[in-house]
């Protein structure tokens, strides 16, 4: 066992044996091949047969076969043009260049250099790539050691910790009343949530009773003047038959005889 200090409760030592941990390997980067689908499908497992729809050949639909009004030339059979055999005449081949082989003049010895000759190993020093730029190095500055005060040591154990509330201002005697709702600030509750309910009744409108729509002549429509007393009614006394008023129509002019 180690005499290190407890990080929580558990102690590094050193392994009895090897174990992966202690050494560099790719990790969980293999992954197994799939199942499902076609392409890279896992060998050890059953492939179903997977069949697909071609596409449609554009070229195809601008084709457009004459079909049976084309005419064979005469002679023609099954097996060619029946006829004895033709021969043909090519033109002469160009005739072939030469190849142009170096003389010794043309050769360089001196511009072989180590390729020919021993020389010391030469570096070069190459420009700095785009991807090295984005890659930044943490510097000694960029490392935050755990502090050695306060509840978060990792090597040690901590006392309890407490901590003081700030001053309340509810209840206290500088507190501001002014802030206090008043009574209108609350809502009066319905009686008649809590305590049964009246009976209540609503009044309807008037009715229009059903009469007479006609137009009725008003007073402007009538002519007291032209009303006269009958010459054969009596006025004479307080006990004769009272007198009989008549309306004659309105007098209207003609022509004269």
């Known amino acids: 066992m180690s005499d290190g200090p407890w990080v929580g409760s558990w102690r590094p030592h050193r392994p009895r044996g090897p174990i992966a941990a202690l050494y560099t390997g790719p990790g969980p980067k293999y992954g197994l091949p799939t199942s499902v689908g076609f392409r890279e499908h896992d060998p050890s497992r059953d492939r179903a047969p997977a069949f697909s729809f071609g596409l449609r050949v554009e070229g195809r639909l601008q084709e457009r076969s004459p079909g049976p009004v084309y005419l064979l030339p005469p002679g023609t059979t099954a097996r060619g043009r029946a ?51 984005v890659q930044q190095t943490p510097g000694p500055a960029a490392y935050h050691l755990p502090p050695m005060l306060g509840p978060r040591v ?90 009989c008023l008549t309306v004659s129509p309105p007098h209207r002019a003609g022509p004269r005889g």
Do not use: W
């Open 83 to 133: 006829g004895p055999p033709a021969y043909s005449i090519y033109s002469r081949p160009r005739n072939l260049v030469p190849f142009n082989t170096p003389g010794p003049g043309r050769y360089s010895p001196e511009r072989a250099g180590r390729v020919a000759f021993p020389t010391a190993p030469a570096c070069s020093l190459r420009s700095r790539t785009q991807r090295g730029a």
């Open 154 to 243: 990792v090597s040690k154990t901590s006392a309890p910790n407490y901590s003081m509330l700030g001053r309340s201002t509810v209840g206290a005697f500088y507190q501001d009343l002014c802030k206090t709702p008043g009574p209108c600030r609350y809502c009066v509750v319905d009686t008649d949530v809590y305590k049964h309910r009246a009976p209540r009744f609503t009044m309807l409108a008037r009715n229009v009773l059903p009469g007479d729509t006609t137009t009725k002549p008003g007073p402007g429509a009538h002519s007291p003047q032209q009303v006269r007393g009958d010459p054969r009614g009596g006025a004479t006394g307080g006990h004769g038959p009272e007198p």
